[in-house]
Protein backbone atom coordinates (compact mmCIF):
# COMPACT_ATOMS: atom_id res chain seq x y z
CA UNK A 1 0.00 0.00 0.00
CA UNK A 2 1.47 3.47 -0.80
CA UNK A 3 -0.18 5.53 1.72
CA UNK A 4 -2.74 5.92 4.20
CA UNK A 5 -6.29 7.82 4.05
CA UNK A 6 -8.25 8.70 6.61
CA UNK A 7 -12.01 9.75 6.31
CA UNK A 8 -13.11 12.50 8.83
CA UNK A 9 -15.65 14.15 9.82
CA UNK A 10 -18.88 14.69 11.79
CA UNK A 11 -21.21 11.98 12.92
CA UNK A 12 -23.76 10.78 9.92
CA UNK A 13 -22.10 12.13 6.65
CA UNK A 14 -21.32 8.68 5.39
CA UNK A 15 -17.88 7.81 6.32
CA UNK A 16 -18.39 4.29 6.73
CA UNK A 17 -20.68 4.03 3.63
CA UNK A 18 -17.88 5.60 1.58
CA UNK A 19 -14.97 3.28 3.65
CA UNK A 20 -17.04 0.42 2.54
CA UNK A 21 -17.55 1.49 -1.66
CA UNK A 22 -13.50 2.15 -1.32
CA UNK A 23 -12.48 -1.45 0.15
CA UNK A 24 -15.17 -3.53 -2.44
CA UNK A 25 -16.84 -5.23 0.76
CA UNK A 26 -19.63 -4.37 3.48
CA UNK A 27 -16.80 -4.51 6.64
CA UNK A 28 -17.85 -1.45 7.80
CA UNK A 29 -21.89 -1.03 10.10
CA UNK A 30 -24.14 1.27 8.54
CA UNK A 31 -27.20 2.81 9.89
CA UNK A 32 -29.09 6.08 10.13
CA UNK A 33 -28.65 7.05 13.40
CA UNK A 34 -25.16 9.02 14.01
CA UNK A 35 -22.34 7.52 15.69
CA UNK A 36 -22.37 3.92 14.50
CA UNK A 37 -18.84 3.72 14.30
CA UNK A 38 -16.51 3.79 17.50
CA UNK A 39 -12.91 2.72 16.51
CA UNK A 40 -11.02 2.58 14.00
CA UNK A 41 -11.18 0.29 10.88
CA UNK A 42 -8.53 -0.24 8.48
CA UNK A 43 -9.14 -1.92 5.34
CA UNK A 44 -7.43 -2.66 1.84
CA UNK A 45 -9.00 0.20 -0.84
CA UNK A 46 -8.91 0.13 -4.53
CA UNK A 47 -9.98 3.34 -7.00
CA UNK A 48 -8.72 2.39 -10.04
CA UNK A 49 -4.92 1.57 -10.32
CA UNK A 50 -4.56 3.52 -6.94
CA UNK A 51 -3.73 0.94 -4.11
CA UNK A 52 -3.71 2.42 -0.52
CA UNK A 53 -4.90 1.95 2.98
CA UNK A 54 -8.62 3.27 4.30
CA UNK A 55 -9.21 4.12 7.88
CA UNK A 56 -12.57 4.59 8.80
CA UNK A 57 -13.24 6.91 12.17
CA UNK A 58 -15.77 7.75 14.38
CA UNK A 59 -17.63 10.83 14.11
CA UNK A 60 -15.82 13.91 15.32
CA UNK A 61 -17.88 15.69 18.43
CA UNK A 62 -17.05 18.90 20.08
CA UNK A 63 -16.31 17.06 23.53
CA UNK A 64 -12.98 17.29 25.09
CA UNK A 65 -13.58 15.33 28.31
CA UNK A 66 -12.59 11.79 29.63
CA UNK A 67 -16.61 11.12 28.18
CA UNK A 68 -17.11 8.17 25.46
CA UNK A 69 -17.45 10.65 23.09
CA UNK A 70 -14.41 12.15 23.81
CA UNK A 71 -12.36 9.60 23.87
CA UNK A 72 -13.61 8.99 20.26
CA UNK A 73 -12.47 12.06 19.32
CA UNK A 74 -9.00 11.17 20.63
CA UNK A 75 -9.76 7.74 19.22
CA UNK A 76 -10.21 9.98 15.93
CA UNK A 77 -7.34 12.45 16.14
CA UNK A 78 -4.75 10.06 16.19
CA UNK A 79 -5.88 8.30 13.05
CA UNK A 80 -5.38 12.20 11.58
CA UNK A 81 -1.62 12.10 12.76
CA UNK A 82 -0.83 8.67 11.64
CA UNK A 83 -2.70 9.02 7.93
CA UNK A 84 -0.59 10.77 4.72
CA UNK A 85 -4.17 11.92 3.55
CA UNK A 86 -7.11 13.37 5.26
CA UNK A 87 -11.05 13.11 3.53
CA UNK A 88 -12.78 15.58 5.63
CA UNK A 89 -16.36 14.86 4.33
CA UNK A 90 -19.61 17.40 4.97
CA UNK A 91 -23.23 16.88 4.48
CA UNK A 92 -24.14 18.82 1.35
CA UNK A 93 -27.34 18.68 2.09
CA UNK A 94 -27.17 19.65 5.81
CA UNK A 95 -24.51 22.70 4.84
CA UNK A 96 -21.78 23.80 7.11
CA UNK A 97 -22.26 23.62 10.61
CA UNK A 98 -20.15 25.48 13.28
CA UNK A 99 -18.65 22.00 13.76
CA UNK A 100 -17.52 21.64 10.38
CA UNK A 101 -15.40 25.23 10.87
CA UNK A 102 -13.64 23.80 13.81
CA UNK A 103 -13.11 20.45 12.56
CA UNK A 104 -11.31 22.23 9.57
CA UNK A 105 -9.30 23.92 11.77
CA UNK A 106 -7.71 21.48 13.52
CA UNK A 107 -7.42 19.29 10.27
CA UNK A 108 -4.95 22.50 9.15
CA UNK A 109 -3.13 22.46 11.39
CA UNK A 110 -2.87 18.19 12.21
CA UNK A 111 -2.67 17.12 8.27
CA UNK A 112 -0.12 18.48 5.87
CA UNK A 113 -2.85 16.74 2.77
CA UNK A 114 -6.53 17.49 4.03
CA UNK A 115 -9.03 16.70 0.60
CA UNK A 116 -12.82 18.30 1.09
CA UNK A 117 -15.55 16.37 0.18
CA UNK A 118 -19.26 16.68 -0.12
CA UNK A 119 -21.29 14.10 0.30
CA UNK A 120 -25.00 13.12 0.14
CA UNK A 121 -24.66 15.60 -3.20
CA UNK A 122 -26.52 14.13 -5.94
CA UNK A 123 -29.00 16.34 -7.39
CA UNK A 124 -29.85 19.95 -7.20
CA UNK A 125 -31.30 20.04 -3.36
CA UNK A 126 -27.42 19.25 -2.41
CA UNK A 127 -26.14 22.49 -4.73
CA UNK A 128 -26.19 25.70 -2.11
CA UNK A 129 -24.09 22.95 0.70
CA UNK A 130 -21.44 22.18 -2.06
CA UNK A 131 -21.07 26.17 -2.44
CA UNK A 132 -21.21 26.36 1.23
CA UNK A 133 -18.17 24.72 1.64
CA UNK A 134 -15.96 26.62 -0.10
CA UNK A 135 -15.76 28.73 3.43
CA UNK A 136 -14.01 25.87 5.19
CA UNK A 137 -11.26 27.33 3.30
CA UNK A 138 -10.02 23.54 1.95
CA UNK A 139 -10.16 24.49 -1.32
CA UNK A 140 -12.64 22.98 -3.79
CA UNK A 141 -15.26 20.74 -2.51
CA UNK A 142 -15.44 17.41 -4.38
CA UNK A 143 -18.89 16.22 -4.97
CA UNK A 144 -19.66 12.88 -3.56
CA UNK A 145 -21.91 10.48 -3.62
CA UNK A 146 -20.57 7.10 -0.97
CA UNK A 147 -24.49 5.53 -1.41
CA UNK A 148 -24.29 5.73 -5.14
CA UNK A 149 -20.78 5.83 -6.12
CA UNK A 150 -21.13 9.44 -7.81
CA UNK A 151 -17.87 11.49 -7.90
CA UNK A 152 -14.85 8.80 -7.16
CA UNK A 153 -13.44 10.15 -10.64
CA UNK A 154 -12.96 13.52 -9.22
CA UNK A 155 -11.40 11.75 -6.00
CA UNK A 156 -9.28 9.72 -8.08
CA UNK A 157 -7.88 13.12 -9.64
CA UNK A 158 -7.22 14.91 -6.10
CA UNK A 159 -5.23 11.18 -5.10
CA UNK A 160 -3.18 10.84 -7.68
CA UNK A 161 -0.72 13.56 -7.36
CA UNK A 162 -0.39 12.99 -3.77
CA UNK A 163 -0.03 9.06 -4.43
CA UNK A 164 3.14 9.75 -6.64
CA UNK A 165 4.24 11.66 -3.59
CA UNK A 166 4.29 8.61 -1.44
CA UNK A 167 5.91 5.69 -4.23
CA UNK A 168 9.21 6.46 -3.66
CA UNK A 169 8.86 5.68 -0.25
CA UNK A 170 6.59 2.13 -1.04
CA UNK A 171 9.51 1.12 -3.28
CA UNK A 172 11.90 1.49 -0.75
CA UNK A 173 9.31 -0.89 1.75
CA UNK A 174 9.29 -3.25 -1.05
CA UNK A 175 12.61 -4.97 -1.09
CA UNK A 176 12.10 -6.06 3.14
CA UNK A 177 8.51 -7.86 2.17
CA UNK A 178 10.13 -9.85 -0.34
CA UNK A 179 12.60 -11.47 1.43
CA UNK A 180 10.44 -11.77 4.12
CA UNK A 181 7.48 -13.74 1.98
CA UNK A 182 10.51 -15.88 0.78
CA UNK A 183 11.46 -17.08 4.13
CA UNK A 184 8.08 -17.77 5.10
CA UNK A 185 6.73 -19.94 1.77
CA UNK A 186 10.17 -21.76 2.88
CA UNK A 187 8.35 -22.73 6.04
CA UNK A 188 4.89 -23.22 4.64
CA UNK A 189 6.39 -26.42 3.70
CA UNK A 190 6.46 -28.18 7.08
CA UNK A 191 3.37 -30.66 8.19
CA UNK A 192 1.98 -27.89 9.97
CA UNK A 193 2.23 -24.65 8.03
CA UNK A 194 3.33 -21.40 10.30
CA UNK A 195 1.65 -18.28 10.63
CA UNK A 196 3.36 -15.89 8.09
CA UNK A 197 2.82 -11.76 7.23
CA UNK A 198 1.20 -12.75 4.24
CA UNK A 199 -0.86 -15.73 5.98
CA UNK A 200 -1.29 -14.31 9.65
CA UNK A 201 -2.67 -16.10 12.67
CA UNK A 202 -5.90 -15.34 13.04
CA UNK A 203 -7.35 -14.70 16.19
CA UNK A 204 -11.01 -13.90 17.83
CA UNK A 205 -11.35 -12.56 20.76
CA UNK A 206 -15.18 -13.13 21.98
CA UNK A 207 -17.19 -12.28 25.24
CA UNK A 208 -19.81 -10.86 27.00
CA UNK A 209 -20.48 -6.97 27.17
CA UNK A 210 -17.69 -5.51 29.19
CA UNK A 211 -15.43 -8.50 29.84
CA UNK A 212 -12.31 -6.58 28.60
CA UNK A 213 -12.32 -7.63 25.34
CA UNK A 214 -11.16 -4.63 24.01
CA UNK A 215 -8.60 -3.72 26.66
CA UNK A 216 -7.02 -7.31 26.31
CA UNK A 217 -6.13 -6.27 22.64
CA UNK A 218 -5.18 -3.07 23.51
CA UNK A 219 -2.65 -4.37 26.10
CA UNK A 220 -1.08 -7.36 23.17
CA UNK A 221 -0.74 -4.43 20.65
CA UNK A 222 1.00 -2.33 23.56
CA UNK A 223 -1.27 0.76 22.60
CA UNK A 224 -4.49 2.55 22.89
CA UNK A 225 -5.63 1.32 19.93
CA UNK A 226 -9.33 0.11 20.78
CA UNK A 227 -11.83 2.46 22.50
CA UNK A 228 -12.27 1.24 26.05
CA UNK A 229 -14.22 2.10 29.21
CA UNK A 230 -16.57 1.60 31.72
CA UNK A 231 -19.35 1.59 29.56
CA UNK A 232 -20.98 -1.73 28.28
CA UNK A 233 -21.00 -2.35 24.74
CA UNK A 234 -18.87 0.51 23.53
CA UNK A 235 -17.17 -2.25 20.92
CA UNK A 236 -19.34 -2.43 17.79
CA UNK A 237 -17.96 -3.43 14.85
CA UNK A 238 -15.43 -6.30 14.26
CA UNK A 239 -12.06 -4.66 13.99
CA UNK A 240 -9.48 -6.77 12.63
CA UNK A 241 -5.76 -5.67 13.41
CA UNK A 242 -2.53 -6.87 12.17
CA UNK A 243 -0.08 -7.10 14.74
CA UNK A 244 3.53 -9.42 15.69
CA UNK A 245 2.93 -10.83 19.02
CA UNK A 246 6.94 -12.73 19.92
CA UNK A 247 7.77 -13.37 16.89
CA UNK A 248 4.20 -14.29 15.37
CA UNK A 249 2.28 -12.71 12.73
CA UNK A 250 -1.31 -12.57 13.82
CA UNK A 251 -4.87 -10.97 12.70
CA UNK A 252 -6.84 -10.12 16.00
CA UNK A 253 -10.44 -9.50 15.40
CA UNK A 254 -11.59 -7.70 18.41
CA UNK A 255 -15.81 -7.86 18.51
CA UNK A 256 -18.89 -6.92 20.01
CA UNK A 257 -20.07 -8.19 23.85
CA UNK A 258 -22.70 -10.82 22.64
CA UNK A 259 -25.74 -10.51 24.95
CA UNK A 260 -28.59 -13.18 25.07
CA UNK A 261 -30.65 -13.08 21.95
CA UNK A 262 -33.85 -12.66 23.53
CA UNK A 263 -31.98 -9.05 25.59
CA UNK A 264 -30.84 -8.01 21.73
CA UNK A 265 -34.00 -5.98 20.54
CA UNK A 266 -32.34 -2.91 18.39
CA UNK A 267 -31.50 -3.24 14.86
CA UNK A 268 -27.80 -1.77 15.17
CA UNK A 269 -26.54 -4.37 18.22
CA UNK A 270 -27.70 -7.17 16.11
CA UNK A 271 -25.95 -5.90 13.31
CA UNK A 272 -22.91 -5.92 16.00
CA UNK A 273 -23.35 -9.65 16.56
CA UNK A 274 -23.57 -10.62 13.39
CA UNK A 275 -20.52 -9.43 12.84
CA UNK A 276 -18.73 -10.98 15.74
CA UNK A 277 -20.12 -14.24 14.81
CA UNK A 278 -18.96 -14.07 11.26
CA UNK A 279 -15.16 -13.21 13.12
CA UNK A 280 -15.73 -16.36 14.82
CA UNK A 281 -16.15 -18.42 11.46
CA UNK A 282 -13.10 -16.73 10.33
CA UNK A 283 -10.49 -17.30 12.60
CA UNK A 284 -8.56 -19.83 13.85
CA UNK A 285 -8.14 -19.57 17.40
CA UNK A 286 -11.11 -18.19 19.66
CA UNK A 287 -10.32 -16.44 23.28
CA UNK A 288 -13.32 -16.97 25.19
CA UNK A 289 -12.85 -13.47 27.80
CA UNK A 290 -15.05 -14.07 31.07
CA UNK A 291 -15.34 -12.23 34.04
CA UNK A 292 -13.99 -13.74 36.76
CA UNK A 293 -16.39 -12.39 39.44
CA UNK A 294 -19.06 -13.54 37.13
CA UNK A 295 -17.62 -16.85 34.80
CA UNK A 296 -18.97 -19.34 33.11
CA UNK A 297 -22.50 -17.58 33.25
CA UNK A 298 -25.43 -18.89 30.34
CA UNK A 299 -24.23 -16.90 27.43
CA UNK A 300 -20.82 -17.73 27.93
CA UNK A 301 -21.03 -21.11 27.65
CA UNK A 302 -23.51 -20.70 24.34
CA UNK A 303 -20.23 -18.40 22.87
CA UNK A 304 -17.66 -21.17 23.90
CA UNK A 305 -19.84 -24.02 22.17
CA UNK A 306 -20.59 -21.95 19.22
CA UNK A 307 -17.17 -21.70 19.05
CA UNK A 308 -16.50 -25.40 19.43
CA UNK A 309 -19.58 -26.28 16.48
CA UNK A 310 -17.63 -23.77 14.12
CA UNK A 311 -14.60 -25.99 14.54
CA UNK A 312 -12.17 -23.23 15.78
CA UNK A 313 -9.56 -24.04 18.78
CA UNK A 314 -10.54 -22.67 21.97
CA UNK A 315 -9.22 -21.31 24.59
CA UNK A 316 -10.76 -19.91 27.88
CA UNK A 317 -9.66 -16.94 29.68
CA UNK A 318 -10.95 -15.20 32.69
CA UNK A 319 -9.98 -11.86 33.35
CA UNK A 320 -9.45 -9.36 35.53
CA UNK A 321 -7.65 -11.60 37.72
CA UNK A 322 -5.52 -8.75 39.58
CA UNK A 323 -8.91 -7.99 41.61
CA UNK A 324 -9.42 -11.59 42.69
CA UNK A 325 -8.33 -12.19 46.80
CA UNK A 326 -8.66 -15.84 47.29
CA UNK A 327 -6.58 -16.80 43.54
CA UNK A 328 -6.18 -20.41 44.81
CA UNK A 329 -9.93 -20.76 45.69
CA UNK A 330 -11.69 -19.66 42.40
CA UNK A 331 -9.10 -21.21 40.43
CA UNK A 332 -10.09 -24.98 41.58
CA UNK A 333 -13.62 -23.59 41.06
CA UNK A 334 -13.19 -22.25 37.91
CA UNK A 335 -11.78 -25.50 36.52
CA UNK A 336 -14.40 -27.74 38.14
CA UNK A 337 -17.03 -25.42 36.66
CA UNK A 338 -15.68 -25.45 33.30
CA UNK A 339 -14.92 -29.42 33.27
CA UNK A 340 -18.88 -29.36 34.22
CA UNK A 341 -20.26 -27.02 31.76
CA UNK A 342 -18.25 -27.59 28.89
CA UNK A 343 -17.38 -31.56 28.43
CA UNK A 344 -17.20 -30.84 24.83
CA UNK A 345 -13.78 -28.93 25.22
CA UNK A 346 -11.88 -31.00 27.86
CA UNK A 347 -8.64 -30.24 27.82
CA UNK A 348 -9.06 -27.01 26.23
CA UNK A 349 -6.52 -24.48 28.15
CA UNK A 350 -7.70 -21.93 30.90
CA UNK A 351 -5.63 -19.19 31.19
CA UNK A 352 -5.97 -16.48 34.12
CA UNK A 353 -5.39 -13.34 32.72
CA UNK A 354 -5.68 -9.62 33.80
CA UNK A 355 -5.95 -7.44 30.49
CA UNK A 356 -5.57 -3.80 32.68
CA UNK A 357 -1.87 -5.00 33.95
CA UNK A 358 -0.96 -7.25 31.25
CA UNK A 359 -0.36 -10.20 33.83
CA UNK A 360 -0.60 -13.61 32.20
CA UNK A 361 -0.05 -12.65 28.64
CA UNK A 362 2.66 -14.98 27.97
CA UNK A 363 0.78 -17.70 28.65
CA UNK A 364 -1.92 -16.59 26.88
CA UNK A 365 0.30 -16.17 23.99
CA UNK A 366 1.57 -19.78 24.55
CA UNK A 367 -1.94 -21.31 25.06
CA UNK A 368 -2.60 -19.58 21.71
CA UNK A 369 0.41 -21.30 20.02
CA UNK A 370 -0.09 -24.73 21.27
CA UNK A 371 -3.94 -25.05 20.11
CA UNK A 372 -2.94 -23.59 17.02
CA UNK A 373 -0.21 -26.73 16.54
CA UNK A 374 -3.48 -29.35 17.98
CA UNK A 375 -5.88 -27.79 15.39
CA UNK A 376 -3.11 -28.33 12.64
CA UNK A 377 -1.93 -31.71 13.94
CA UNK A 378 -1.77 -34.60 11.52
CA UNK A 379 -1.24 -38.69 12.71
CA UNK A 380 -0.29 -40.74 9.92
CA UNK A 381 -2.88 -44.15 9.26
CA UNK A 382 -0.61 -46.73 10.44
CA UNK A 383 -0.65 -45.43 13.74
CA UNK A 384 -4.25 -44.93 13.93
CA UNK A 385 -5.05 -48.49 13.41
CA UNK A 386 -2.41 -49.67 16.02
CA UNK A 387 -4.15 -47.52 18.57
CA UNK A 388 -7.36 -48.35 17.23
CA UNK A 389 -7.13 -52.19 17.56
CA UNK A 390 -6.30 -51.59 20.88
CA UNK A 391 -8.92 -49.65 21.99
CA UNK A 392 -11.34 -52.10 20.40
CA UNK A 393 -9.50 -55.32 22.16
CA UNK A 394 -9.95 -53.19 25.47
CA UNK A 395 -13.91 -52.02 24.66
CA UNK A 396 -15.11 -53.91 22.02
CA UNK A 397 -18.25 -52.25 19.96
CA UNK A 398 -21.50 -53.22 21.08
CA UNK A 399 -23.87 -55.95 18.80
CA UNK A 400 -27.00 -54.02 18.82
CA UNK A 401 -29.51 -56.61 17.76
CA UNK A 402 -27.20 -59.02 17.50
CA UNK A 403 -25.28 -57.50 14.67
CA UNK A 404 -21.60 -57.29 15.66
CA UNK A 405 -20.13 -54.12 14.30
CA UNK A 406 -16.94 -54.72 12.88
CA UNK A 407 -14.06 -51.44 12.89
CA UNK A 408 -11.85 -52.41 10.22
CA UNK A 409 -9.61 -49.55 9.52
CA UNK A 410 -8.85 -45.73 10.56
CA UNK A 411 -7.39 -42.71 8.60
CA UNK A 412 -7.07 -38.86 9.32
CA UNK A 413 -9.51 -37.27 6.60
CA UNK A 414 -8.57 -33.55 7.35
CA UNK A 415 -7.03 -31.23 9.75
CA UNK A 416 -7.84 -27.49 11.06
CA UNK A 417 -9.82 -29.23 13.41
CA UNK A 418 -8.76 -32.81 13.10
CA UNK A 419 -11.39 -35.26 11.64
CA UNK A 420 -11.41 -38.71 11.63
CA UNK A 421 -12.89 -41.49 9.39
CA UNK A 422 -13.57 -45.18 10.75
CA UNK A 423 -14.47 -47.57 7.90
CA UNK A 424 -16.95 -50.11 9.52
CA UNK A 425 -19.77 -52.25 8.95
CA UNK A 426 -23.46 -51.24 10.28
CA UNK A 427 -22.26 -47.07 10.42
CA UNK A 428 -26.13 -46.45 11.66
CA UNK A 429 -26.01 -48.72 14.92
CA UNK A 430 -22.36 -47.47 16.58
CA UNK A 431 -24.09 -45.32 19.56
CA UNK A 432 -23.00 -41.91 20.17
CA UNK A 433 -21.09 -42.93 23.54
CA UNK A 434 -18.93 -45.13 21.44
CA UNK A 435 -17.89 -42.65 19.25
CA UNK A 436 -17.61 -40.02 22.25
CA UNK A 437 -15.00 -43.07 23.50
CA UNK A 438 -13.01 -42.86 20.58
CA UNK A 439 -12.55 -39.20 20.30
CA UNK A 440 -11.74 -39.04 24.23
CA UNK A 441 -9.35 -41.52 23.27
CA UNK A 442 -7.57 -40.02 20.89
CA UNK A 443 -7.58 -36.23 22.64
CA UNK A 444 -5.77 -38.51 25.41
CA UNK A 445 -3.05 -40.72 23.94
CA UNK A 446 -2.58 -38.04 20.66
CA UNK A 447 -2.26 -34.88 22.82
CA UNK A 448 -4.63 -32.79 21.01
CA UNK A 449 -6.90 -31.00 24.10
CA UNK A 450 -9.34 -29.08 24.04
CA UNK A 451 -9.36 -28.73 20.01
CA UNK A 452 -12.45 -29.80 18.33
CA UNK A 453 -12.41 -33.47 16.91
CA UNK A 454 -14.85 -34.39 14.28
CA UNK A 455 -15.06 -38.66 13.81
CA UNK A 456 -17.37 -39.88 10.98
CA UNK A 457 -18.33 -43.65 10.79
CA UNK A 458 -18.41 -45.04 6.95
CA UNK A 459 -19.93 -48.79 5.80
CA UNK A 460 -17.92 -50.67 3.20
CA UNK A 461 -19.64 -52.82 1.31
CA UNK A 462 -18.69 -56.87 1.84
CA UNK A 463 -18.82 -57.92 -1.48
CA UNK A 464 -18.46 -60.72 -2.71
CA UNK A 465 -14.85 -61.29 -3.64
CA UNK A 466 -15.31 -63.57 -6.53
CA UNK A 467 -18.44 -60.91 -8.03
CA UNK A 468 -17.81 -60.03 -11.53
CA UNK A 469 -15.15 -62.32 -12.01
CA UNK A 470 -15.70 -64.89 -15.38
CA UNK A 471 -16.37 -68.85 -14.54
CA UNK A 472 -13.72 -70.86 -15.04
CA UNK A 473 -13.84 -73.06 -18.29
CA UNK A 474 -14.56 -76.73 -17.56
CA UNK A 475 -12.28 -78.80 -17.51
CA UNK A 476 -11.91 -81.40 -20.01
CA UNK A 477 -13.18 -84.69 -19.39
CA UNK A 478 -11.18 -87.98 -20.47
CA UNK A 479 -12.30 -91.05 -21.05
CA UNK A 480 -11.43 -94.24 -19.31
CA UNK A 481 -11.12 -97.74 -20.17
CA UNK A 482 -13.60 -98.58 -18.26
CA UNK A 483 -15.96 -96.76 -20.34
CA UNK A 484 -16.75 -94.27 -17.04
CA UNK A 485 -15.35 -90.66 -17.33
CA UNK A 486 -13.73 -88.79 -14.79
CA UNK A 487 -12.11 -85.56 -14.49
Known amino acids: MSFTLAIVGRPNVGKSTLFNRLVGKRLALVDDQPGVTRDLREGAARLADLRFTVIDTAGLEEVTDDSLQGRMRRLTERAVDMADICLFMVDARVGITPSDLVFADILRKRSAHVILA ?30 HGEGLNDLYTHLMPLADQFAERAAEDAPDTDVTLDEDDGDMEAEIPMPTDKKPLQVAVV ?23 PEAGITRDAISLRTNWSGVPMRIF ?31 VVVVLLDAAIPFEQQDLRIADLAEREGRAVIIAVNKWDVEE ?12 FERLLPQLRGAPLITVSAKTGRGLDRL ?22 WLSGMVEAHPPPAPQGKRIKLRYMTQAKTRPPGFVVMCS ?40 Y ?13 HTDGRRRD
Open 207 to 229: GRPNAGKSTLINQILGEDRLLTG
Open 326 to 337: DRQGKLKELKES
Open 118 to 147: ANKSEGAAADAGVIEAYSLGLGEPIRLSAE
Open 467 to 479: KGRKKAAPSKLRK
Open 254 to 284: DTAGMRKKAKVQEKLEKLSVGDGLRAVKFAE
Open 365 to 386: HEAIMKAYDVWNRRVTTSHLNR
Open 426 to 465: HPDKVPESYSRYLVNGLRLDFDMPGTPIRLWMRGQNEANP
